[in-house]
C-alpha cells in the first residue's frame, strides 16, 4: 500500500519561508515523478511543483517560479518544497503526490489526473 506522509506547514508571516517534506513507501520511490499541488477554500487543486523520477528535472507554475524549489532525495524516498517570499495568496492545503506510472526519466507532471496516488495534506497559512 502506497503511503505519502507530508510534513513541515505550518503559520508563517509574509515573506518568510517553509520547508515541506513528504515520506513516500509502498512502492519504488525512484521510479515514479513526484508533484506538489495546493487547493484554498472554495477553489479547485492546482499544480504547484514537479519533479522527474531522476531528480533531474523540475516544472513550476508560473505563480511559485522563482520563489519555490522542489527537490528528492531518493535514498530517503522523501521529496521537499521548499517555499521562500511566502504571500498570502500562497495559503492552502498543500498535497505531495505519486506518479500513476513510470515514465521516462525527465517526465514531470502537471495535472492531478498523472497522479495516483496522494498524501493528507498540510495546511500552510500566509498572514500578510
Known amino acids: 500500500q502506497v503511503q505519502l506522509d507530508e510534513s513541515g506547514g505550518g503559520l508563517v508571516q509574509a515573506g518568510g519561508s517553509l520547508r515541506l517534506s513528504c515520506a513516500a513507501s509502498?512502492?519504488?520511490?525512484?521510479?515514479?515523478?513526484m508533484g506538489w499541488f495546493r487547493q484554498a477554500p472554495g477553489k479547485e487543486r492546482e499544480f504547484v511543483a514537479a519533479v522527474s523520477r531522476s531528480g533531474l528535472t523540475t516544472s513550476y507554475s508560473d505563480s511559485v517560479k522563482g520563489r519555490f524549489t522542489i527537490s528528492r532525495n531518493n535514498a530517503k524516498n522523501t521529496v521537499y518544497l521548499q517555499m521562500n517570499s511566502l504571500k498570502p495568496e500562497d495559503t492552502a492545503v498543500y498535497y505531495c503526490?505519486?506518479?500513476?506510472?513510470?515514465?521516462?526519466?525527465?517526465?514531470?507532471?502537471?495535472?492531478?489526473?498523472?497522479?495516483?496516488?496522494w498524501g493528507q495534506g498540510t495546511q500552510v497559512t500566509v498572514s500578510s
Open positions: 503526490a505519486s506518479a500513476a506510472a513510470p515514465m521516462t526519466s525527465w517526465y514531470t507532471g502537471r495535472t492531478p489526473s498523472e497522479y495516483a496516488y
Open positions: 509502498g512502492r519504488s520511490f525512484s521510479s515514479y515523478a
